[in-house]
């Protein structure tokens, strides 16, 4: 067991690795009543094609991470895992993302005994029948359309779909109506043995109950338990251009503000996952200064009406991508375009001084996202399955020189950029 | 459980394990036009600029210098009241030697006592007004509920959208919205609260002196019920894949009276849990839809519920909430379900000690309604409830409204 101090957030962190390869985190909350475990699986929606130890490709049916999550909480014991949970006064959910299935209960409780032991049991044991994978169908497919009703979401996804021509981010985590009706029992036990090994899952627990005993309790619960032997299937994605997939792109849905996205794809750094979260931020503060207040022309921009309080922008740095998106309600998507190339081309001098602002900004943020356990449980989990330390990451400003801001323009090439808008539709 | 100090319209929460401090002003008018849209422009207006700070990047400067000072707005109905309310928050003195939170607190006061209302101002405050009222418009659910709330409260405040209305908004000018601040901070009701790592009798005069401008005598009144009883259906046609169904039952119960708890705990019961009644028997028994839940708009002595279906199978869903609403008039539930109720609302108010705008919220409502209730002795009552009570409480339910958003309905 090994104990971390982080003195400068008056944190700490004790972790452990149990014999079967499953890596336990606790960050104790003195003085908090309240307790949030998360059980983290690197499988998400951009896995569905993955390769064996044998260099064979194995693809899913797209959503299949998703499905698999609400499937889990069906139990062969005929328990309902969401009223076992309630009747022990705690509040369990999950969600499927990009990269990863979390698993999660958070309680008022002080005795978190039972709770711990049930969340990592029903994880831990799939047990599904072909007639409830086809119940479950008809669920899933009202979620999706839930989404897509939604204009931000649907803009969303269409964005992506526009910007990225084979890269599985263009594929809604959910998947589609078509491919969750193609998912199978053997699909998704195929894919549950080949991802939930404890070796590859990790446990995070936030709480101000008795990290010891918490601890203790996992190990015996996963010393009684065997699992077969586990070699790791890896993400497989096809390398794709930096060229955007369609350089403009219109939908219609029944609305009446018309959203427009500007997209950049950009070649990522090479590195270490915190290289490119250091990219992220370089650009993330880079768009700060020169699209928010600190730009000597963003009062004129607002004041001729030409972005409104519902502008902004989005950064993503990853491994495979860089990717940066505008978004605004306007009629025009030239205006759009003009805005952002006239933000870019602001003078860096100009806004430069502001910088040192910023890093205050989000030294105080940092500190203050420790405040949230829930919040906390999953950062910290996300963290580790990126091969971050979490508590090193809120420091990752301070790694930031101005010349490095400087240097981010050149990301910004018209050339691979792609415009979506979302319109009413005509009745 | 932790609980507030109450100072008069000043509530102060002294707590060590936050790393921030939080403080939120809520300032309680009356919920009716034109007053809701006023509302909502000041809400955007002073936390812009203000007139010691006449441009964004003054207030962009002085929330970095006290490092990440956010400075939010909102506003909320509650019943016959309009609630507008600043939030600020930074972090605690102890993390920075440059005493954010002193420099916060002068200078939200000064925003909100020294606001600049001008037509610069206002007019990117209407824009922004109306915007954000379209884009309510433009989700299905958000826009079934107001419609649901229009029907249901016809003449009533709760009929009133609690984010304006876009000709009101259009209409107003500097000398009508001026006029309306100093007049509400003359004659509204405020509370402050604040929470986090702060010395009690060192902020309590600080926070006196600097919002010295609101007035601690003010009431406004907030909750009624017993709205129309006469039951009422609507529809609003829109191109969209899943419709949205909003039913609204009136409980004939205040917030005030001591039967509410009953109410509470029914709500939850019929569609607050993984294992609550509409979950079990529509969405997991079933496969009619993804989402389905109930809540209580508290003030106004409503229960909604709200859910995303195939247009076709509406009247296979209504029907089945009827037969969970009945099962609760006749105590035909499990008694397990009512005990999980509890427990599982007891734990989220341990839990809300943990979460600033949880406490808040609940000590807001509190100062609103019984002055003296704290988690512990809410929690006490909750425990006391019988099947009888929910069965009792149920049977006054009148359902008011069943409004769609979604394609036309096939004769």
């Not at chain 1, 950049?264 to 250091?278: I, N, R, S």
């Not at chain 2, 405020?190 to 005069?205: H, M, R, T, Y």
């Not at chain 2, 949880?358 to 409502?365: A, P, V």
């Amino acid at each position: 067991m090994i104990q971390k101090e982080y003195p400068r957030f008056n944190e700490k962190l004790i972790e452990t690795t149990l014999p079967n390869g499953m890596r336990v985190f606790f960050i104790p909350k003195p003085g908090f009543v309240s307790s949030t475990v998360v059980y983290m699986v690197p499988f998400g929606s951009l896995d569905v094609v993955q390769k064996d130890a044998q260099g064979k490709l194995i693809e899913s049916n797209a959503g299949v991470a998703h499905f698999l999550e609400h499937k889990l909480f069906e139990s062969n014991t005929g328990t309902d895992i969401m009223e076992a949970f309630s009747a022990l006064s705690a509040n369990v959910n999950a969600f499927t993302s990009f990269n990863e299935t979390c698993y999660y209960f958070s309680t008022g409780e002080a005795d978190i005994d039972a709770p711990l032991n049930l969340l990592l049991d029903f994880v831990q044991n799939l047990s599904i029948t072909e007639a409830s994978v086809e119940k479950e169908k008809g669920i899933i497919t009202q979620e999706l359309r839930m989404y897509m009703n939604m204009p931000e979401a649907r803009l969303m996804y269409e964005t992506y779909r526009a910007v990225f021509k084979s890269h599985p981010i263009r594929i809604d985590i959910g998947g589609t109506e078509k491919s969750v009706k193609a998912i199978t029992k053997e699909e998704l036990e195929d894919i549950y043995q080949a991802n939930y090994h404890p070796s590859n899952s990790v446990l995070v627990i936030v709480s101000g109950q008795d990290p010891r005993h918490l601890i203790d309790l996992v190990a015996k619960n996963q010393a009684a338990k065997e699992f077969p032997p586990f070699t790791a299937r890896k993400r497989w994605i096809e390398k794709e251009e930096l060229k955007v997939h369609k350089k403009h792109h219109t939908f219609a849905m029944d609305i009446q503000a018309k959203k427009i996205t500007y997209s950049f794809k950009f070649q990522p750094v090479e590195g270490t996952p915190m290289d490119h979260l250091v990219q992220e931020w370089t650009v993330r503060i880079f768009l700060e200064l020169m699209f928010s207040s600190y730009n000597p022309s963003y009062q004129t921009w607002l004041d001729a009406n030409r972005i409104n309080d519902y502008f902004g922008y989005e950064v993503d740095v990853t491994e495979e991508y860089g990717f940066a998106m505008f978004y605004g309600e306007k009629e025009s998507e030239q205006d759009l375009v003009d805005l952002v190339n006239e933000g870019l081309n602001t003078d860096f001098d100009t806004v430069a001084p502001y910088f040192e602002n910023l890093k205050k900004r989000y030294y105080g943020q940092s500190i203050r996202s420790l405040n949230n356990p829930d919040d906390l449980a999953v950062s910290y989990a996300r963290s580790i399955l990126q091969n971050l330390d979490y508590f090193e990451t809120l420091d990752a400003v301070n790694r930031i020189s101005l010349d490095d801001l400087r240097s981010v323009r050149q990301l910004f090439d018209r050339e691979k950029a792609s415009i979506v808008s979302v319109t009413g539709k005509t009745k | 459980m932790e609980t507030f100090q109450h100072f008069g319209r000043f509530h102060l929460l002294e707590s060590e394990k936050f790393k921030d401090i939080t403080v939120s002003l809520r300032i309680l008018g009356e919920n009716k036009e034109p007053y809701v849209s006023m509302r909502n422009l000041l809400a955007q207006i002073l936390i812009d600029r203000g007139a010691h700070y006449p441009h964004k990047r003054d207030l962009s400067v002085m929330c970095d210098v006290c490092y990440g000072l956010t400075i939010d707005s909102k506003t909320t109905a509650y019943g016959k009241a309009h609630s507008l309310e600043f939030k600020f928050k930074t972090i605690s003195d102890r993390y920075a030697a440059d005493k954010p939170f002193e420099k916060a607190v002068s200078f939200v006061a000064d925003l909100l006592r020294y606001p600049l209302i001008n037509e610069a101002t206002l007019s990117e405050a209407k824009v922004n007004v109306n915007a954000s009222l379209l884009r309510y418009q433009d989700n299905p659910s958000q826009y079934a509920m107001i419609q649901a709330c229009a029907l249901a409260g016809k003449g009533s405040s709760l009929a009133v959208f609690s984010q304006g209305k876009k000709e009101i908004v259009d209409s107003i000018t500097v000398d009508q919205l001026e006029e309306y601040y100093r007049r509400m901070l003359k004659t509204d009701r405020f509370d402050l609260f604040a929470i986090g790592d702060f010395k009690s009798q060192e902020l309590l005069p600080r926070l006196r002196s600097e919002f010295a401008f609101l007035s601690e005598a003010n009431q406004t009144q907030s909750a009624y019920s017993n709205l129309g009883l006469t039951y009422q259906t609507g529809h609003s046609e829109r191109d969209v894949d899943q419709a949205n169904l909003i039913q609204m039952y009136s409980l004939n119960a205040e917030i005030f009276d001591s039967e509410y708890i009953a109410h509470r705990l029914a709500c939850v019961m019929l569609g607050q849990l993984p294992n609550s009644l509409l979950f079990a028997e529509v969405r997991e028994a079933r496969s009619l839809c993804y989402s389905i839940y109930s809540s209580m708009i508290q003030f106004d002595g409503l229960l909604t519920i709200s859910t995303g279906i195939d247009i076709e199978k509406q009247a296979e869903v209504e029907a089945l909430i009827e037969v969970q609403i009945d099962r609760l008039k006749t105590g035909n539930v499990d008694p397990k379900l009512l005990r999980t109720a509890q427990d599982m609302l007891i734990s989220s108010l341990k839990s809300a000690t943990d979460d600033v705008s949880s406490l808040i919220n609940f000590y807001h409502q509190r100062a609103l309604t019984i002055q003296d209730e704290t988690l512990d002795s809410f929690a006490q009552r909750l425990s006391e409830v019988k099947i009888e009570d929910i069965r009792q409480a149920v049977s006054k339910w009148r359902k008011l409204v069943a409004y769609t958003v979604g394609k036309k309905v096939s004769a």
